[in-house]
Structure formats: structure tokens, C-alpha cells
């Protein structure tokens, strides 16, 4: 008598999961039926509110198991073992492969883009796909990581419209300054010369001037001590600063932007220290210890963040710290629409004790960058932009900053928008918590010999 094996019913209750999942998306499943080499199906993009179809296609090789423990089955993820000729077979043609794996046993399935995974060489040599049970899931909210894959699959390609509602948080920040510049001669030709001057004077006097052709433009009024011994104070002019901040002349646009990258560099003192050659700004080390913590207002409550923190073991010297890693930030003056703003990067700065710098900074930011990800950069552009709209507010001892604040701006509401899914399913660790990253701990700590 003919039969069915019990391997044939668990491909198809696999694939009728795949199928299941995939119709829920939207979207068409194609099975290839009858002879096959690997590839069990095929999947077409549609677009959800109108039914069209663009020929975006996804090739699908699905398996199941009822086994009761998988290989390299841990909490988390578990892997599954490919031959050599089913990697060359899946990533030597035209579309993109998933694989689909259907665990009957707990009524789940998972999937990998097979031409992302095998990338890698290492992976390759490998020989195995391994799943994260979390990230992976085959479900429904996958949607939006398939649509990522087959919109990547050649040039000008388009998945199913995204119609949602998104606010845009920008990295701008709005700048407000003083209403009066003052212009006077001076003897000193350069911002060198004049600055030594002005330190033999009074150390603690303020950098919120430029010097161009023997004449200075300050925040400061040049009419009052020290200013007025360096000076031809009797020859000083008041001028409205919307002369330089609306001025369309460029000679005007770069002294008003030098005025403002002075102004900024004194209003986050003392809690900032600017590196030369990057131009960062960073948290400094505390003298009496080695790590820092800052407390601010986050998106929906206040948080604290570590911005210093002394990182990985000397080998010759393992009661040693290896480095401190340093939240920073590097800055931008636009001016957009008439206003200006301060555009705000997130980044990190490395120093070998705490002062110095790291000979190892720039290797160990590059490996920092590319395990980032959008949701780390966020959330340390929000403290950075919540650090700049309470610094110089003033106290009951100090006076607030005279020369420059800033203020809040509303997010930017969109009637569409990227799902989710598409950053993460880019993402190396979506998971992974901002200036936390084993990862990074472990991949960079044997530059610091």
C-alpha cells in the first residue's frame, strides 16, 4: 500500500504555518509544489490598501521539527546546521532566500534573510544559521523586516506603502543669544595675541570675542575692565546682533558662527571639556573617582546614564583600567528658516587615565559605531539635549548664562512613517542598551597593549 511518512506531515504543517503567517501579512504565498531543490515557496509583496502587487518576490525554504530540543537550543537562540551546497544554492541567485524554520513543538517559527547571514565569511566556514528567539520570530510584526529585505533586492525596488502616524525627533536644537555685540580696535592682530593679553589680565575672563584685522566682536561689553586695556574703547560700537545673525553676508555668517562656537565652549563649563582635535565636547572624569553618572529628563521620565567609565583590565597590569570611555557630543551653528540651531551629534571620547587620550580612541569608536544603534543614539542625543536646556539656567549664587541658551523644539508630526521593524531589522543588537556594549568590551580590549 502507498504511504505517507510522518516526515511529509511535518513539512506540510510547516508550511502551512509559513503560509498562515505570510496571508496574515497581506501578502501571497506561492508553494512550488512537486520537484524542488530548496526552495519550498515563494512570497509576493502586495500592498495592503489598494491589493497591488509589484513583483517583488522572496524565495522561502522552510523546515520544521518536532524535536524536543533543538541544536544549540539555549533561552535565546538556538542554530540550525546547513550543508555547503545548500549555502552556495541559496546565496549564488537572483532574489533573496529566507529561511524558515517551524518548531511544532511550542507552535513557533523563525527566519533569517539567507544572503545577509552569509555575508559574513565567517559564518560561511560556520556552516550554521544561529536564531534569536526573540529578534527571529516569524510573526505577523515581521512584516515590515520582509518588505526591508525585498525593497533591498536591486535598485529602485518598493515594498507596500507605510501608512502611519510618526513624530520625527530631530537633532536640532533651537539657540537663543544676547541682543547687543560690541566692536572695537585693538592693537593684537590675532585671536593668540589677544588671548595672552587678556590672560595677563584677568584668567578667568571670558572667550565669548573673535579677533578679525586688528579689531575685536564680542559678546562682552569692550567698554568695561579688562576689555577696555586691550582696547580703543572710546572708538567701541554698539551693534543689534541681528546685524551678523540675519546678515546674508558670509564674512558676517562665519564671525557670528565663531562668536557662537566661543559662546557654547564657555556655557558648558565646568561640567564639559572640549577636545582639540575632535572638536568634542565630554564629560570629564571626576577626581575622586572613576565613573560618573547623569541624571536627566528623558522621553517619558528621568533616568540616569553613566557618561564616564573606566573600562577593560592592562594586561602587564590587571589592577589597571585599560581606558574610560567619555559621552560626547559634537556640535553644529545652522541657520534654518531664519532661526538658528544647534545641530547635535552623539558620540564618544576615549582618554588612556581619565585626562589623557587614548591611543586607541579612534579604533575603539569605529567598533562603538558599527554595533550602534538607532535607538542608542537617540536616547544620548536626548540627555545631550536636556544637558543644553538646563545648563546656565542660573542658581541662588549664579546668574544664568548671559550669552546663549537654548530651548525645546516640538517633535515633527508625520502622516507617514518607517515601521520599527525596518531600523531593527538592520540592527546588529537591537536590544543592546546605549554605552553598554559587551560586544564592544570584548572586540576592542586588545588594542589597549
Known amino acids: 500500500m502507498k504511504k505517507i511518512g510522518r516526515s511529509d506531515i511535518i513539512g506540510q504543517r510547516g508550511m502551512a504555518h509559513i503560509q498562515g503567517v505570510v496571508n496574515g501579512m497581506g501578502f501571497m504565498f506561492y508553494p512550488t509544489g512537486g520537484v524542488e531543490a530548496g526552495i519550498d515557496g515563494y512570497i509576493e509583496l502586495r500592498d495592503t490598501d489598494t491589493g497591488e502587487v509589484s513583483n517583488l518576490l522572496l524565495q522561502v525554504q522552510g523546515k520544521a521539527s518536532e524535536r524536543e530540543r533543538l541544536q544549540g537550543d539555549t533561552e535565546t537562540s538556538f542554530e540550525f546546521p546547513c550543508s555547503e551546497a545548500d549555502i552556495t544554492y541559496w546565496t549564488q541567485g537572483t532574489a533573496p532566500v529566507l529561511l524558515v524554520f517551524v518548531w511544532l513543538k511550542d507552535g513557533k517559527a523563525y527566519w533569517k534573510s539567507l544572503k545577509d547571514w552569509f555575508a559574513d565569511p565567517e559564518r560561511i566556514k560556520a556552516r550554521k544559521v544561529v536564531f534569536d528567539k526573540i529578534a527571529d520570530a516569524f510573526t505577523i510584526d515581521a512584516k515590515a523586516g520582509i518588505v526591508s529585505v525585498a525593497a533591498a533586492a536591486r535598485p529602485g525596488a518598493a515594498g507596500p506603502s507605510v501608512r502611519i502616524d510618526e513624530d520625527l525627533l530631530s537633532n536640532l536644537v533651537p539657540a537663543a ?116 553618572n547623569h541624571a536627566y529628563r528623558s522621553l517619558q521620565n528621568t533616568t540616569t546614564r553613566r557618561v564616564v567609565g573606566r573600562y577593560g583590565k592592562k594586561r602587564k597590569d590587571p589592577t589597571q583600567a585599560s581606558y574610560w570611555r567619555h559621552s560626547a557630543f559634537m556640535h553644529r551653528f545652522v541657520r534654518l528658516g531664519g532661526v538658528w540651531y544647534a545641530e547635535i551629534t552623539p558620540t564618544y571620547h576615549f582618554t588612556s587615565d581619565g585626562r589623557r587620550p587614548d591611543g586607541f580612541g579612534g579604533e575603539r569608536l569605529k567598533k562603538i559605531k558599527e554595533i550602534e544603534n538607532n535607538a542608542a543614539v537617540m536616547g544620548q542625543f536626548v540627555m545631550w539635549r536636556d544637558f543644553l536646556l538646563t545648563q546656565g539656567k542660573g542658581d541662588l549664587l549664579t546668574g544664568a548664562y548671559p550669552f546663549l541658551s537654548f530651548n525645546a523644539i516640538e517633535p515633527l508630526e508625520l502622516d507617514v512613517g518607517v515601521p520599527d521593524g525596518l531600523w531593527t531589522s538592520q540592527e546588529i543588537d537591537p536590544s543592546s542598551p546605549l554605552f553598554e556594549f559587551a560586544l564592544a568590551g570584548e572586540t576592542v580590549e586588545e588594542m589597549s597593549e
Not at 226 to 241: G, I, K, S, T
Not at 263 to 273: C, D, K, N, T, Y
Open 177 to 292: 543669544f544676547a541682543q547687543k555685540l560690541y566692536w572695537a580696535p585693538t592693537r593684537h592682530a590675532t585671536d593668540k595675541a589677544f588671548g595672552a593679553a587678556l590672560r595677563d589680565l584677568d584668567r578667568e575672563a571670558g572667550s565669548e570675542w573673535i579677533v578679525r584685522g586688528k579689531s575685536v566682536l564680542s559678546f562682552h561689553n569692550l567698554d568695561r575692565w579688562p576689555w577696555n586695556r586691550l582696547c580703543e574703547a572710546e572708538a567701541m560700537e554698539e551693534f543689534d546682533v541681528d546685524e551678523w545673525s540675519d546678515s546674508d553676508d558670509d564674512d558676517r555668517q562665519r564671525d557670528f558662527v565663531a562668536l557662537l562656537n566661543r559662546a557654547i565652549g564657555e556655557f558648558v563649563r565646568p561640567q564639559l571639556f572640549r577636545d582639540r582635535d575632535s572638536g568634542a565636547f565630554y564629560f570629564r572624569k571626576p577626581r575622586d573617582r572613576d565613573n560618573l
